[in-house]
């Protein structure tokens, strides 16, 4: 894959040029059958290049959400970053244009029939404050949803973020953060991995304000990066073996050689 060749079939570029990108997309959503509260999920990233650990995030969420017994998931939004932001945070060397970037999301939900890619964020003018594209989504689904102000959201996020302190306006607006725990750590023993885990999450409820409204999902370890996928990808000689052991998902792989 050429990150300078944006050049792409037409199904694909259609889904690039959306007539209006303020509208939600629905055609993934779910109809209620139940009288639990609806649910929806809403997922930023860069995603460059998307991996298994993102869609186990998704996957882990749902069934998370579900167990609850208290809400009816209906669906869930990926929310790609802006290339402005990419370029500020990536080497030029390893820049991917938003064309590969949402061609490679595609391909990676398309059998979760539950899941649409919220193009608003991706394509404003320029590089966006989080919390104004939060304040917009949530904005969005209260006036376009069916029974939009019934809907709870929660905001998914990885490991990474446990790093960070609790992003309050968030919060405020209506979100839930949802943290879904899938990336081993640096440390020697499990053990120890778990501790820091524990130390990081009692540290970021300590924190918040609402420490009532997060919470906390321990999925499966698959310690993916997409850092990792990018250096990898950058070899000449890699294989698609090699590569496969970074993404996890073979149509990425495919995709990306």
Same mark, same amino acid.
């Given at each position: 894959?050429?990150?300078?060749?944006?050049? +792409?079939? =037409? %199904?694909?570029?259609?889904? +690039?040029?959306?007539?209006? $990108?303020?509208? =939600? /997309?629905?055609?993934?959503?779910?109809?209620?059958?139940?009288? &639990?509260?609806?649910?929806?999920?809403?997922? #930023?990233?860069?995603?460059?290049?998307?991996?298994?650990?993102?869609?186990?995030?998704?996957?882990?969420?749902?069934?998370?959400?579900?167990?609850?017994?208290?809400?009816?998931? !209906?669906?869930?939004?990926?929310? %790609?970053?802006?290339?402005?932001?990419?370029?500020?945070? !990536?080497?030029?060397?390893?820049?991917?244009?938003?064309?590969?970037? &949402?061609?490679?999301?595609? +391909?990676?939900?398309?059998?979760?029939?539950?899941?649409?890619?919220? &193009?608003?964020?991706?394509?404003?003018?320029?590089?966006?404050?989080?919390?104004? $594209?939060?304040?917009?989504?949530?904005?969005?689904?209260?006036?376009?949803? /069916?029974?939009?102000?019934?809907?709870?959201?929660?905001?998914?996020?990885?490991?990474?973020? !446990?790093?960070? %302190?609790?992003?309050?306006?968030?919060?405020?607006l209506g979100f839930q953060p949802l943290y879904v725990? #899938?990336?081993?750590? #640096?440390?020697?023993?499990?053990?120890?991995?778990?501790?820091?885990?524990? #130390?990081?999450?009692?540290?970021?409820?300590?924190?918040?304000?609402? %420490?009532?409204?997060?919470? =906390?999902?321990?999925?499966?370890?698959?310690?993916?990066?997409?850092?990792?996928?990018?250096?990898?990808?950058?070899?000449?000689?890699?294989?698609?073996?090699? +590569?496969?052991?970074?993404?996890?998902?073979?149509?990425?792989?495919?995709?990306? &050689?």
């Open positions: 894959m050429s990150t300078n060749d944006c050049i +792409l079939s =037409l %199904p694909i570029k259609t889904y +690039l040029e959306p007539s209006e $990108i303020s509208i =939600l /997309p629905q055609h993934r959503l779910k109809a209620r059958r139940t009288n &639990l509260i609806p649910a929806i999920c809403f997922y #930023n990233g860069s995603f460059a290049p998307i991996h298994a650990g993102h869609v186990n995030v998704l996957q882990s969420a749902k069934q998370y959400i579900d167990s609850l017994g208290t809400h009816e998931l !209906l669906a869930a939004y990926m929310s %790609p970053s802006h290339s402005e932001y990419l370029a500020a945070k !990536l080497k030029s060397t390893e820049f991917l244009s938003i064309a590969h970037r &949402l061609a490679m999301i595609h +391909l990676a939900v398309e059998n979760l029939d539950w899941v649409m890619v919220d &193009l608003y964020e991706t394509f404003q003018p320029r590089t966006t404050r989080l919390g104004i $594209i939060m304040d917009a989504f949530m904005k969005r689904v209260r006036s376009q949803l /069916p029974d939009g102000n019934e809907i709870d959201v929660f905001w998914l996020q990885g490991e990474d973020a !446990l790093r960070f %302190p609790p992003f309050e306006i968030a919060i405020r725990l #899938n990336r081993n750590s #640096n440390e020697n023993t499990a053990g120890s991995n778990q501790d820091k885990r524990e #130390n990081q999450w009692q540290k970021k409820r300590a924190c918040s304000l609402f %420490p009532e409204r997060s919470h =906390l999902v321990k999925a499966t370890d698959l310690n993916l990066s997409s850092t990792a996928i990018r250096r990898c990808a950058s070899e000449a000689s890699v294989t698609h073996e090699q +590569l496969q052991l970074c993404t996890h998902l073979d149509n990425i792989t495919s995709y990306i &050689l």
